[in-house]
């Protein structure tokens, strides 16, 4: 079996949007979580979407699912306090029904509007292969590292340097 599990739990305090958390921002006609949700819902290797959203948010992406005729939701539950609770909460509900030894777990943040069928496909099958697997893209900027943030310890070539994507696959 095979479960995306998406958390959405935040409210994109870094954007410092308005009182719409940006997983309910609209994006071609419909919220950014949706395009999400449909990426999973539509894939052929997807059994399954758990969603960790933010507490107070739950109804409306319960209508958000009915409106847009969201299939394979299996559960939502509440986010947490941060990504990683959000996470966490979403790993658990995920875990109450997948029990064989070689069920996958997609993690994906809630706001991935331009997920590819290939990369979905991608992920599983690498997941399948070596029990993980984290998509990467290049980095195109250049990295330091600096532990108080005033000097700089160390440059690091680019050209061996990546940015971790999402989806994230992990054998349960």
């Avoid at 998406?6 to 919220?31: C, H, N, T, Y």
């Avoid at 399948?128 to 440059?155: F, H, M, Q, R, W």
Wanted: proline share 6%.
């Amino acid at each position: 079996m095979v479960t995306a599990m998406l958390f959405a739990g935040g409210i994109g305090a870094r954007m410092k949007s308005s009182d719409l958390p940006k997983q309910f921002l609209e994006v071609g006609g419909k919220p950014i979580i949706v395009h999400t949700m449909e990426h999973f819902s539509r894939h052929p290797m997807v059994d399954g979407i758990v969603i960790a959203c933010k507490e107070d948010w739950i109804e409306y992406l319960v209508e958000l699912i009915e409106r847009f005729s969201v299939k394979k939701i299996r559960s939502i539950v509440p986010g947490g306090e941060t990504g990683f609770a959000s996470i966490h909460n979403g790993v658990v509900a995920t875990a109450a029904f997948s029990t064989e030894p070689e069920d996958i777990i997609l993690i994906c943040d809630g706001v991935r509007p331009m997920l590819s069928d290939r990369l979905i496909t991608d992920c599983i099958l690498e997941t399948k292969k070596y029990k993980t697997a984290v998509p990467v893209t290049p980095s195109i900027d250049s990295l330091l590292y600096s532990p108080d943030g005033e000097n700089c310890k160390k440059s690091y070539d680019r050209n061996t340097m990546y940015v971790t994507q999402a989806p994230q696959g992990y054998i349960m």
